[in-house]
Each structure stands twice: as structure tokens, then as C-alpha cells.
């Protein structure tokens, strides 16, 4: 049985369109990257360093460990996993922008695909519809740590806003 990581990174490997240069900004999307939080953005950190790797950050679809394999006979395991699909964002920039500016262009339609994904991998399977997977969806505007009426500090060391995924329910079978 192949790995739940090793598995979303293909179906996240998936949604990349060709690499035509591979310097630019951008060049191959949406990357991937697991861990726990803060692992991950210390990650984000290093690349920041490298002149080639510093544009090659977002859109980003972090997988964030720990995940728990629930066996539940007949050699399924379930998995509940929690992501989240990044994009860097203007630290100036209001809701009304970062819906424009982020959410609209960027972040919906990297979920719509990667939901799509997800379904047409045949990787896993799922209770109910096979629609979309169960889970629960949260706009992130402007990620940080919640205060009592604003972010306070950012998740991540750059203003960044994000589509949370989680408790996504997936399920597989052996040899899948």
C-alpha cells in the first residue's frame, strides 16, 4: 500500500500544468509540501533564501501531519486529513481584495480542481455521494492566529490567505 503523503502529493503533481520555463515565477504549480505548521514554514523560510526557489512557493498545498489511519476491516483504512490550499496575499489588502485578488482567481478554483482530483485518481473512495469527499471548508483571510476581533499573528512569516480543508475523509483499499 502506498503511502496517504505519497498519495496526495500525486494527486496535487496532477494539477500542475507543463513547465515551460522553469525559473518563472510560479513554475510548477500548486506545490506541495506536509508537515506540521510550523515545520512548514520554516520551509517557506529557506526557499526565501534561494533566488530560484523564492518565487516557487505559492500556490501552496501544505498537508499538515499528524494523521490518524483508522482501520476498519476488510484492509480499508480511513484517514481524516487537514490541508490547506495557500496563496500569498498583500498584508494591506482588505476582505473585499483578498476576495477579488486571491480567493476568486486563485484559491476557489485550485479547490474546485484538487476536489476533482481527488474524485478521478482512483486513489480513494468515500461514504455517501461520490461527489466530493466529506469535510469541512474554511476561508482563511489573511491566516493568522484569531484575536478577539482580528489576526493577530500570521501562521505562516508571510502575509498569506488560504482555504483550510479539514477533517477530510478519505478511504482506501489495500494495493490502491
Not at 9 to 24: F, G, K, M, N, Y
Not at 34 to 44: P, Q, S, T, V
Not at 73 to 98: C, D, M
Amino acid at each position: 500500500m502506498t503511502d496517504i503523503i505519497q498519495d496526495i502529493e500525486t494527486v496535487v503533481a496532477s494539477l500542475r500544468d507543463p513547465i515551460i520555463d522553469p525559473l518563472a515565477k510560479g513554475a510548477g504549480s500548486p506545490y506541495f509540501e506536509y508537515g506540521h505548521r510550523h515545520e512548514i514554514a520554516m520551509g517557506l523560510d529557506i526557499k526565501n533564501l534561494d533566488n530560484k526557489y523564492k518565487y516557487q512557493k505559492f500556490p501552496l498545498i501544505a498537508l499538515r501531519l499528524d494523521i490518524p489511519e483508522i482501520k476498519t476491516g476488510g484492509g480499508i483504512t480511513e484517514y481524516s486529513l487537514n490541508l490547506a490550499i495557500v496563496e500569498s496575499t498583500q498584508k494591506q489588502y482588505n476582505a473585499r481584495q483578498r476576495k477579488a485578488n486571491v480567493f476568486d482567481p486563485i484559491l476557489e478554483p485550485l479547490y474546485v480542481r484538487f476536489m476533482e482530483a481527488l474524485k478521478t485518481s482512483g486513489l480513494f473512495f468515500w461514504q455517501g455521494q461520490q461527489y466530493e469527499p466529506p469535510h469541512t471548508k474554511i476561508n482563511r483571510y489573511f491566516w493568522g492566529t484569531p484575536g478577539p476581533e482580528k489576526n493577530e499573528k500570521n501562521i505562516f512569516n508571510e502575509p498569506i490567505d488560504a482555504i483550510e480543508i479539514i477533517n477530510l475523509r478519505l478511504k482506501k483499499l489495500p494495493n490502491c
